[in-house]
């Protein structure tokens, strides 16, 4: 199955909420996450086939085509990309650490998708905009020459869309920045053992 993901950024939240509803009632698609991001816009990210998030992205253009600041539709994005959105990824970290960062969510899982099509490489972490004044930031791991490979994919991808924010290649990691003391990539791996909880629960994504 190929998937697709749509996203949509609504200058009032609540419009959004109700945009969201709308979307969600026009056809056969899943909600990754709809919340109110930075500064005061409300983001829906979905997923499903492309003709269905299409069809929501088009439902919701006829319907608040006024509020809309962004609408982004993303087909055959990897299957990785998705299970990161909704959390329910289970890479640990392994090797080396690459980091790209964008200024806004659909460049995050774009560059995303770019950097896991080039080489091997896993995803310990995908966020986008809540938190972070509307950036996004996804975290690979793998070998040192697939990890430098990927972000360089995803970091051009971004360039090229004039919304690269900054990037981070890092050969091995130390204990300590695996531990609790450290607090963005001991996130990454506390929230493994939950992933692996959310992968049982209806947030879990499935094929």
């Keep these: 199955m190929v998937y697709a993901v749509g996203v949509i950024e609504i200058k009032s939240i609540a419009k959004g909420v109700e945009a969201c509803d709308s979307a969600l009632k026009s056809a056969g698609v899943r909600l990754i996450s709809a919340h109110p991001s930075c500064p005061g816009k409300d983001e829906i990210l979905l ?9 929501a992205l088009e439902r919701v253009r006829s319907f608040y ?20 959105l909704m959390g329910a990824q289970t890479a640990v970290a392994t090797g080396a650490l690459g980091i790209v960062e964008t200024f806004s969510a659909a460049s995050a899982i774009k560059a995303a998708d770019t950097a896991v099509k080039t080489s091997k490489v896993e995803i310990l972490d995908l966020r986008v905009s809540r938190g972070m004044g509307g950036k996004g930031v996804v975290m690979l791991t793998g070998e040192v ?33 695996l531990s609790p003391s450290f607090s963005m990539v001991s996130r990454v791996s506390a929230r493994v053992e939950a992933a692996m909880a959310v992968a049982t629960t209806s947030v879990a994504y499935t094929a």
């Design 145 to 177: 020459s697939d990890v430098t490979a990927a972000v360089e994919a995803g970091s051009l991808y971004a360039k090229d869309q004039g919304l690269f924010a900054s990037s981070s290649v890092m050969a091995s990691l130390t204990a300590w920045m």
């Design 47 to 55: 997923t499903g086939n492309l003709s269905d998030v299409q069809t």
């Design 65 to 84: 085509g006024s509020y809309i600041v962004d609408a982004v539709l993303m087909g055959r994005i990897d299957e990785s990309v998705v299970k990161a």
